[in-house]
């Protein structure tokens, strides 16, 4: 078997058709020795800033010394990115000799295993074979039938901020999306919220309480933003001060205040984590595809925001970033999601809208997106292509700072998973990173 082989093995079977549970992925996990038996996570659940909180958390654990392993979904690059251990992404090769040795149990069961279900297992197999000290454990989606939510007792579980999402498979109201989200809390293991919408907050410290969970909402009145650029973001938060934060989203430092708050509730629990790890994390973390600059002059950035409640806080860092400015909008959204509400957020700031659709039954078409748009007295072109359209909005507005955003135009060709948002490589490899020169990329 060589890498595409696996990973043509992965996505052989789809999420849909299944029902979610756990049973296959307890199954599966037993057939293989239990892995995840051997291993201590932070689990993280949330609508928005869940996978930025975990890179943090990543990040943090690993300056303090620690053998970390990292779950994280979706990817932006290579499917790799989904599987670190110490910032390292697993190898090709070690992918393959997993998904080797995973394929005999997985064909075995009667009930078929989902994809995320068998990269789950994966990742606990590669963490166990590599003796992390500690995993960052992020869902997929939800929480309470989330195929991660088979490990024991975490160090830590945590929810980070809540919004209206996924409401076919978790629920029509933010009650249900909250118990959805609180069902990773087990007996004794503390929990850190985030906190700020009332009738979520009620869900979790029921559960809470019913689980003799330690419950710790973030105070963000302990936080204070200094300022922030294109380059960084500094913030004070409960003592530690003056952090300089590369992720240059507005609401990054809220998500930063999230891991230090979980940071300091594993250092109760006897984590050797020193105050000056936790900086140092913080100062050199990475997490791609999230108000990501890829380019200054003009300002070209690369953000994912696949729900209202995450445009939003997108609206708000272009706002801060970017005073008074208009924006040439490259954008997809999902057929299923709110694509009204979302449109309306993004219209004020826009000069002009180029749209494409991923290949995914997701996606809506790249004509009904634009025409949504011209309906509401924007301008919008649609484009036959994700690559047709970074070259148009690239193209477009010569001076104007460029937006690529929304879950669908981070699809990967192919994806079938709804458990996730699946980014696509065609994408992300036409885009210049930081720091790299835009010519011939475009």
């Not at 849909?16 to 291993?39: C, E, I, Q, V, Y």
């Not at 989330?146 to 929810?159: H, L, Q, Y």
């Amino acid at each position: 078997m060589n890498y595409e082989e696996a990973m043509q093995y992965i996505h052989a079977v789809q999420w849909a058709g299944h029902k979610p549970g756990l049973t296959r992925t307890r199954t599966l996990l037993a057939a293989l020795g239990d892995p995840h038996k051997r291993l201590k996570f932070v689990h993280v659940a949330g609508t928005n800033g869940k996978g930025s909180t975990a890179a943090m958390l990543a990040s943090c654990l690993q300056a303090a010394g620690y053998r970390v392993g990292l779950y994280t979904s979706p990817f932006i690059n290579r499917f790799n990115e989904r599987i670190q251990v110490n910032g390292e992404q697993i190898s090709d090769e070690e992918l393959v000799r997993l998904v080797e040795t995973i394929r005999p149990a997985a064909d075995a069961m009667a009930d078929v295993p989902t994809e995320f279900e068998i990269i789950t297992a994966l990742g606990m197999l590669c963490f166990a074979e590599q003796h992390c000290d500690i995993v960052v454990l992020e869902v997929g989606l939800g929480g309470a039938l989330d195929s991660t939510n088979v490990i024991d007792p975490p160090e830590c579980a945590v929810i980070t901020a809540l919004g209206m999402d996924h409401v076919k498979e978790l629920g029509p109201t933010i009650a249900d999306i909250a118990a959805a989200k609180a069902g990773i809390l087990k007996p004794g293991s503390p929990v850190v919220s985030y906190g700020g919408v009332p009738e979520a907050d009620a869900v979790i410290a029921r559960t809470a309480a019913e689980q003799n969970a330690p419950l710790h909402v973030v105070d963000f009145s302990k936080l204070t933003v200094e300022g922030g650029d294109l380059d960084e973001v500094t913030f004070d938060f409960d003592g530690l001060n003056g952090v300089r934060l590369p992720l240059i989203g507005s609401y990054q430092p809220r998500n930063a205040a999230v891991a230090i708050t979980v940071l300091r509730v594993l250092r109760e629990k006897g984590w050797n984590i020193p105050e000056k790890a936790i900086r140092q994390g913080l100062e050199t973390v990475r997490w791609p595809g999230r108000f990501e600059l890829l380019r200054h002059t003009p300002a070209f950035l690369l953000d994912g925001s696949h729900n209202a409640h995450g445009m939003r806080a997108t609206v708000q860092s272009l706002n801060d970033r970017f005073p008074g400015q208009k924006f040439v909008f490259l954008l997809s959204i999902m057929a299923d999601k709110d694509v009204d509400e979302m449109l309306e957020l993004l219209l004020p700031l826009a000069n002009r809208f180029v749209t494409v659709a991923a290949h995914t039954p997701r996606a809506m078409p790249a004509e009904t997106l634009a025409e949504h748009i011209r309906v509401r007295g924007g301008t919008a072109e649609p484009a036959p292509s994700i690559e047709a359209g970074v070259a148009r909005a690239s193209g477009a507005g010569r001076h104007r700072p460029r937006l690529c955003v929304g879950d669908a135009v981070l699809l990967r060709r192919g994806a079938g998973s709804v458990s996730e948002d699946l980014p696509s490589q065609s994408l992300t490899r036409q885009l210049p990173r930081r720091g790299e020169p835009l010519a011939g990329r475009f």
